[in-house]
């Protein structure tokens, strides 16, 4: 997967005022991400309020890529995971992950029903009551 979204993902200047650091040791790296403001606001919170994104801006803190605990990951059995079934929520106008890697990410992953909404990638708040609404509709069918 995180080959895939390298491929898809944001590029070089496409990050804008995003800052990048490293930590650990060259055994152990951590690679670490601080979105910037003018990012947040044109990829991952670009239908999101303005209110919304305000508030993201003052609590956004330095976070992980996940890049070397996801590399060294076990692989999901069938055994455990496969017996959980799976549903997934496209979000249409996701500029992050677009709609065609996450229709990517559905089929390798066995997932049983999938709905959409039109949604940036933080559709908490771009779109909380379709959210809602689709997760409680999930959650009756598969309960």
Not at 85 to 93: A, D, H, L, N
């Amino acid at each position: 997967m995180l080959e895939k979204f390298a491929e898809i993902g944001p590029k070089g200047e496409e990050w804008q005022d995003t800052l990048f650091s490293f930590h650990g040791t060259p055994e152990e790296p951590h690679t670490c991400v601080h979105m910037g403001c003018e990012f947040m606001k044109c990829k991952p919170f670009h239908l999101s309020s303005a209110e919304d994104l305000a508030l993201q801006m003052l609590l956004n803190r330095p976070g992980s890529m996940f890049v070397e605990s996801l590399s060294k990951a076990k692989k999901f059995t069938d055994e455990r995971y496969g017996s959980v079934p799976r549903v997934y929520i496209v979000c249409t106008e996701d500029l992050m992950m677009p709609a065609s890697f996450q229709r990517w990410m559905i089929e390798q992953n066995g997932v049983k029903e999938v709905m959409e909404i039109p949604a940036d990638h933080m559709p908490v708040f771009s779109t909380p009551t379709e959210l809602c609404h689709s997760i409680l509709e999930l959650a009756r069918k598969h309960a």
